[in-house]
Nanobody, 121 residues
Framework: QVQLVESGGGLVQAGESLRLSCAGS????????MGWFRQAPGKEREFVAA???????AYADSVKGRFTISRDNAKNTLYLQMNTLKPEDTAVYYC???????????????WGQGTQVTVSS
């Protein structure tokens, strides 16, 4: 069974940091693009960041300079380092895997169940 499992969410104050992890199992993801998305209450799911199999990266404008996406293929794990968090970063964060085009368009073949990030002001 192929799974992506996110962890690392929590409640922090504005300006603090969190690191999210997304552990893959059931297959290797080293040949896939992987990405992070988030969904706040009452809003649509939005793209946060993506990383290709070759290490190429893309970020949403709202997180550039604050968030860093990375991957450890040996551990089959994706990360999202989030610094200088803001209240507007509050959302459920999901990871996804698939082709680059699919991941960027939130149509990844595989999705995790999400982890809650709450940033208080």
């Amino acid at each position: 069974q192929v799974q992506l499992v996110e962890s690392g969410g929590g409640l922090v104050q504005a300006g603090e940091s969190l690191r999210l992890s997304c552990a893959g199992s059931g297959r290797a993801f080293n040949g896939d693009a992987m990405g992070w998305f988030r969904q706040a209450p009452g809003k649509e799911r939005e793209f946060v960041a993506a990383i290709g199999w070759d290490g190429g990266r893309a970020y949403a404008d709202s997180v550039k300079g604050r968030f860093t996406i990375s991957r450890d293929n040996a551990k089959n794990t994706l990360y999202l380092q989030m610094n200088t968090l803001k209240p507007e970063d509050t959302a459920v964060y999901y990871c996804a895997a698939g082709s680059w085009a699919a991941v960027i368009r939130a149509r990844g073949a595989y999705w995790g169940q999400g982890t809650q990030v709450t940033v208080s002001s």
